[in-house]
């Protein structure tokens, strides 16, 4: 168990829904990252947030976006889907705010866009 | 751009030979280089890191090596077991952010 968690598990839905995936992080980890996960591909990354601010942005489409509360939970919002969407979406955390530390991972949430 | 390049994408071996996988790196600032395992259906897990000011480190059968000239490191496994058998990713802090190696399916043989 990394201490990380991710919810829902799996999650399907169809084409031009929207969905929100949810993360907390370890306890004491100020950063919450998000990857994407396609079929035997590798991990995009997608946003690093840190104690609530947007850290760092990469791949991420203007569809989606995220959030970090002051609790520290962060949510992914995937609005408009299409089926190139299915995928497992990680989140994982880290101490601090640099990418420069080991990062811990959920167990992801798989969705499938029918 | 951000493209960690990594090799093999597969790699086959008997058991308690040794396996290698390469990676590369695009930015000469970058100062991190973790090495994840993944089993199928399941979350990365971290297995080793490297940071810039290191040149080698070990952890029981696995070591990983780095080249900052050549913007270059590197995952070893001795003595493969079966249970080694997984994807293996390498990723580096790149421009604030953070980026992933396509991948390397390992298969240890009996």
């Known amino acids: 168990d990394s201490g990380v968690t991710q919810t829902p598990k799996h999650l399907i839905t169809a084409t031009g829904q929207r969905v929100t995936l949810r993360c907390s992080p370890r306890?004491?980890?100020?950063?919450v990252y998000w990857y994407q996960q396609s079929l035997d591909q590798g991990l995009q990354f997608l946003i690093q947030?840190?104690?609530?601010?947007?850290?760092a942005k990469g791949n991420i489409l203007e569809r989606f976006s995220a959030q970090q509360f002051p609790d520290l939970h962060s949510e992914l919002n995937l609005s408009s889907l299409e089926l190139g969407d299915s995928a497992l979406y990680f989140c994982?955390?880290?101490?601090?705010?640099?990418?420069?530390?080991?990062?811990?991972f959920g167990d992801g949430t798989r969705l499938s866009i029918l | 751009g951000e493209n960690v390049e990594q090799h093999p994408s597969t790699l086959s071996v008997q058991e308690g030979d040794s396996a290698v996988i390469k990676c590369t790196y695009p930015?000469?600032?970058?100062?991190?280089f973790p090495w994840y395992k993944q089993e199928l259906g399941k979350r990365p897990q971290l297995i080793i890191d490297i940071r810039s000011n290191v040149g080698e480190k070990k952890d029981q059968r696995i070591a990983v090596t780095l080249n900052k000239t050549a913007k270059h490191f590197s995952l070893h496994i001795t003595e493969t077991q079966p249970e080694d058998s997984a994807v293996y990713f390498c990723a580096a802090s790149i421009n604030r952010g953070f980026y992933f190696g396509s991948g390397t399916k390992l298969n240890v043989k009996p």
């Open positions: 306890s004491g980890d100020l950063s």
């Open positions: 930015d000469s600032a970058s100062n991190y």
């Open positions: 947030y840190y104690n609530g601010e947007e850290r």
């Open positions: 994982a955390s880290s101490v601090g705010g640099y990418s420069n530390q080991p990062q811990h």
